[in-house]
């Protein structure tokens, strides 16, 4: 299978490496140089590209069809929309220049909106929705053979809870954990190559929802870490965000269901 990665962050840096160790052929792109060299010294073919410059290269030398697409640029609300507007018609302009049978883009269930409520994927209250993340989904879903994965809040590795709250203070305690672990994301994306899913836009959550106070209590004891100053009342709306869609349709078991093992 040949794999390309747009953006190639954390959490699909493991994806690739998982790819090359199963003797898939992946390319990957990334802005820094530091990664670029160490893509490349595993095995990954990784070029150069930031799609956000001005002078956006016209050219790249990459084969000129894969299996796969994973596109993991992020369009992050620290990004005005024009800014986002031109990252995402750049990328859509880079495929153009290729074809591929499926893919994947990574987005966050920060569409949503920060109230009391179940949200699944059907929830079609275009105004509540996150304008940025909106404009990246829409725009890649007129592109062929497209499915989006709204990713919960993503933990694992170094990415432990309770470092944020370290001797801080915690006003969103009493809040649901809408969370999942890259140990249950990778092989979900894994099962998106392999399966023809149904719909275009599914969420990618474990499917238990504790209290985030309770998950920081969880990972500060089992990694040594310390715990908030304080736990303070703040704006502690009941969001919880269901991805029993994708669960069902794949018939996933979770690695780790719950945040309190994370």
Known sequence: MKILILGCGWLAESFAIDMIHQGHEV????????????????????????????NFPKRIELPAHFDVVLNSVPASQKNSLSVLENRFSNI????????????IFLSSIGIYPDKDGLFVESYSD?????????L?????????????????????????????????ICTTGEQPANFVHIDDVVPLIVAALF????WPVYNVVA????KKKDVIYASAKKY???????FEP??????????ELLQTELRYQFILPDPLQF
């Open 27 to 54: 390319w990957a792109s990334t802005t820094q140089n530091e990664k670029y060299h160490r893509l490349n010294a595993n095995g990954i073919f990784s070029f150069i590209i930031d799609f956000d410059r001005e």
């Open 207 to 210: 499917p238990l929802h504790p």
């Open 224 to 230: 040594g870490l310390a715990l908030p100053i304080a």
């Open 234 to 243: 703040g704006v502690n709306f009941q969001k919880i965000v269901s991805g």
């Open 126 to 134: 275009q105004a509540e929705l996150s304008p940025k993340l909106l």
């Open 92 to 103: 859509t302009c880079f495929l153009g220049r290729i074809t591929w049978r499926k893919q």
């Open 195 to 198: 399966n023809k899913l149904q």
């Open 136 to 168: 990246a989904e829409q725009k890649m879903l007129r592109l062929t053979n497209t499915v989006i994965y709204r990713l919960g809040g993503l933990f694992g590795k170094n990415r432990i809870f309770a470092k944020y709250f370290c001797d801080r």
